[in-house]
């Protein structure tokens, strides 16, 4: 159940809802995780493949709800269970086609063109800029979709051009130069 917040500190409020709504326990869980198919030790996840997986996971759950499982899990709320019958939390989850897309190559037109100016969409203070000298399609997972993506040729100025001289981003992670003034 939800509980009500009366913390004013957004990051406080943003944890209790990752709590309230059970994304920081499937976090941990994911960040724990050992069977014979997974072993999350070995995988050395990043943070940011832990929240794409629990991005798809959390899409996945949602396409595939059952009336079955809601009721179940209704019934187990009305009646004050936490006790869910296993029958219901047993389920195959299908991973995402990386199919190439039925329309292929008709797809969505690539918004930047080759010698484009453009721009990481910052995330944090320092951002990286550069060039697009080529760009190809492919299956982004954490959009669980395909998209556009580019290699960028850094500017020398560029934050990261100190350790390389080249990055790939995808599309939506990217603006034009001039927009970021």
Known sequence: MVK??????SLCLYQ??????AIAPLLTRLKTYSDADFDAAWMNLTQLELESLTAILI?????NLKGKAIAGYLNAIRHGSTNIPPSLIQRAFTPPSIDLPANFPNVQTPRYLYGDKLRWIPDRDKTDWGVATGRFYSFAPHHCAWAWCYLIWLDKLSPSAAITVADIAWENDLKPLEDAA
């Open 4 to 9: 009500p917040s009366y913390r004013s500190d």
């Open 16 to 21: 209790q809802a990752l709590d309230d709504f």
């Open 59 to 63: 899409q996945d759950f949602t396409a």
